[in-house]
């Protein structure tokens, strides 16, 4: 086991992952599991919530200084990074919106990584729009009576407690649920196109019954207020895993066009080869900027982050995906054989474009952003 890295900055972040993550995410994948030892080695690095305050044993890290974490995670494994991200914003969640006996029970123990937290949202019929929720929070005595199904939950199948949104009359509530709770049952998902070791579960609650301390923040509050919030923090965990991925892919290819001969000279001296390693460095750097930027307005409080956001994950996750197939074509077949990182970077970077806002809607998102900034009327005016 690890003890507490000295620093959380980049460069430590950075060892940690060519040490303990790089050499072991193909086994990873190809089991489709994270092990519990490296779980462990998690909590003794203090990664799981860095961004908690001391107190109840965070690091207090800035959202600035949490991107970079995400992103050196994502450069070696995405799973890990996903685990990261959905234990995060259970995490934000309890501190935000927690009451002063939630975050007493809950915080230090998701600092720790004693307990691991998943984000339960989706729905069979249901993505990260929300509209279309069907699991109910029905009131029972003083607490709640829980139902419905939640689908692709990252870290679904280890997580010990759930962040679960749900229908109660008054419009959408978020519940802290414990994995434990009786009427609960998880079924894991298995061999996913990518981030197939970040452990996804479909999560039935049936009729699960909720004491009044489950609700977070007050009935009815998740849809404008908690859900949004953080719906924006996990992109922007997503973001800065991308950036992380497009790194990794420039790395390799960069590495591989070095030492492979075609003709007798180096890859490296193709045009062609060069031009796309070119626009990997210029995007890594352009993906990295917008990201900090995005960390920056969290840190002060600037309810443009919201939209910075948005901007970064749609330009990082495009950027991963489209660097991740060149990578896999600079190393021809050697990119698409089992074990490949190429290959995983690959399948990864396909995800990245769908979870926590599809690329469609984040281009229909910003631009009515511009609309608004104009001045002008919205799309739905313009039809």
């Known amino acids: 086991m690890t003890t507490a890295l000295p620093t959380l900055d980049r460069s430590a972040v950075r060892s940690f992952v060519d040490t303990h993550v790089v050499p072991e995410a193909d086994r990873w994948d190809r089991a489709g599991a994270i092990p519990e030892e490296f779980l462990a080695r998690l909590s003794e690095a203090g990664l799981w919530a860095p961004f908690l305050p001391a107190e109840v044993g965070g690091a207090g890290l800035d959202m600035v200084g949490l991107g970079a974490v995400h992103e050196e995670v994502g450069r070696g494994c995405s799973s890990v990074r996903s685990l990261l991200t959905v234990h995060t914003m259970v995490s934000w969640a309890v501190q935000r919106w927690g009451s002063d006996a939630q975050r007493e029970r809950w915080l230090p123990d998701l600092a720790a990584g004693r307990v691991l937290g998943a984000f339960c949202l989706s729905e069979p019929g249901a993505g990260s729009d929300a509209v279309g929720i069907t699991t109910t929070a029905t009131a029972h005595g003083d607490g709640w009576l829980l139902s419905g199904v939640k689908k692709w939950i990252t870290n679904g199948a280890r997580a010990d407690l759930f962040l679960v949104f749900a229908r109660n009359g008054l419009g959408i509530s978020a519940f802290l649920v414990p994995r434990t709770a009786p009427g609960v049952r998880v079924e894991p998902i298995h061999d996913m196109l990518g981030t197939r070791a970040s452990m996804l579960a479909e999560v039935t609650f049936d009729g699960v019954l909720l004491g009044p301390d489950a609700l977070v923040g007050p009935s009815g509050f998740a849809s404008g207020m908690v859900l949004t919030g953080v719906l924006d923090l996990g992109r922007y965990s997503v973001a800065s895993g991308s950036v992380g991925i497009v790194q990794a892919c420039l790395d ?6 070095s030492a492979r ?3 007798g000279a180096p890859l490296a001296e193709l045009q062609l080869i060069r ?4 626009d990997m460095v210029t995007d890594v750097r352009a993906a990295r900027l917008l990201c900090q930027e995005a960390g920056r307005l969290k840190d002060a ?3 443009a982050t919201i939209m910075a956001t948005w901007v970064a994950k749609y330009f990082a996750s ?3 995906a489209r660097h991740a197939t060149e990578a896999v074509q600079i190393h021809g077949a050697l990119g698409c054989a089992p074990g490949s990182p190429t290959a995983r970077f690959y399948r990864d970077a396909k995800v990245m474009e769908i979870i926590e806002g599809s690329s469609e809607i984040q281009r229909i998102t ?3 952003e511009a609309f608004r900034k104009a001045g002008g009327t919205n799309t739905e005016d313009q039809r």
């Not at 390799?252 to 066009?257: K, P, Q």
Request: aromatic residues 4%; glycine residues 10%; negative net charge.
């Open 275 to 278: 031009a796309k390693l070119s």
């Open 261 to 263: 001969t075609v003709g």
């Open 301 to 303: 409080g600037d309810s």
């Open 366 to 368: 910003i631009a009515d």
């Open 252 to 257: 390799a290819s960069a590495a591989y066009a």
């Open 318 to 320: 495009t950027a991963a």
